[in-house]
């Protein structure tokens, strides 16, 4: 069995077959109705009142205690708000306030650009001698010494797929006493995560991935709950004072995981984003994971014995994998434009990657196997010469 039966929870387009979830989730059917309500009888009727009334001061924890769930966070240890990009900023910050003694950010080459320039722009607003050492993914463990303050690392690779062991890299760091920051952009919602196994002392990720909240959907942060009280945040906005309404003119930090909270939290999308959680009742990621597996594995095989000018660039054993995989190819782009024109979206990234996400919540083996066929004839017949595929967008 390779599918879990949760397509109909999503609104996707007749003729669609949807493989790029890892960077976009597709609209839950629930999450309209819900934004509806929202505005017209939360925000249109109530107005102001709504932040009581309609709970929207609720809303940030609850949404992030649900995200709890899913990646082994206890309740009340995840803050959401924000974009990665800020959260990240905030969980190095207070890394490195941790360790005020150490002067290197650890990270791979592989990481997302904006975690690695917001390190450096952290790096350039403290202004000494701190510094950003990036290394080859297979090389972070023995790049991990005692002059590390944090390491922080995205458990999958948003190019090849290839994933990280948490439990491994995290006990490595703690050996050489450094703080541990994950970012589970490409995990949360993909494969099983347990931050509270693994012990790291920070998680962070986006929602508008795996979770489906739509663009721009609040991210979230979790922070160890025996360190939360030693976090200093960079970041010191009013919500995430202890007190915001008593209005006092210093900053004191909330006792609590909320202390990563900066401003007025995105009611509108983080309602959204608790529509789109609905999906995951009664769902185990170790059935999403095995799917996953199963879908990524058919792709591999039927691309391979279809497309022989791809070549798999996503480790070929499933266990070093998240829920992507990606070709290369020196044309990828025209060749993804003309998928995209026949219906499979998947993405490209610079500078040669073609890259599809598979989703068992609403991606199953015939539609595997259909990409597969028309990747095939893409590749066959040379559609992707085209003209019109050569144009380049803003967003690849
Ligand atoms: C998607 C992604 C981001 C994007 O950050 P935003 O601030 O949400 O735009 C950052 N880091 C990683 C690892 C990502 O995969």
Known sequence: MTTLPRKHLFDIPEGTIYLDGNSLGPLPTGAVARATKVLTEEWGRELI???????????????????????????????????LSIKVYQALAAALKLRPTRRVILSDTGNFPSDLYMAQGLIATIGKDYELITVAPEEVADAISEDVAAVMLTEVDYRSGRRHDMGELTAKAHRAGAVMIWDLAHSAGAVPVDVTACNAEFAVGCSYKYLNGGPGAPAFIYARPDIVLAVEPALS????????????????????????????????????????LDVWEGVDLADVRRASVALCETFIKEVERRCPQLTLASPREAAKRGSQVSFAFSDGYPVMQALI????????????????????????HDDVVAAAEILEKVMAHEIWKEPKYQVRSRVT
């Not at 709504?50 to 924890?61: F, I, R, S, V, Y």
């Not at 992030?64 to 974009?83: E, K, Y």
């Open 49 to 83: 009142r709504a932040w009581n009334t309609a709970d929207w001061m609720e809303l940030p924890q609850k949404v992030g205690d649900r995200i709890a769930g899913l990646i082994g966070a206890a309740p009340g240890s995840v803050a959401t708000g924000d974009t």
């Open 237 to 276: 906005g009013w919500l995430g004072h202890d007190a915001p309404f008593a209005m006092e003119p210093s900053y004191r930090p909330a006792m609590t995981t909320e202390r990563l909270r900066v401003g007025t939290p995105p009611i509108v999308q983080l309602s959204i984003l608790d529509a789109a």
């Open 341 to 364: 024109d026949r219906g499979v979206i998947g993405d490209f990234r610079a500078p040669n990657i073609l890259r599809f996400g598979f989703t068992p919540l609403y991606i199953d």
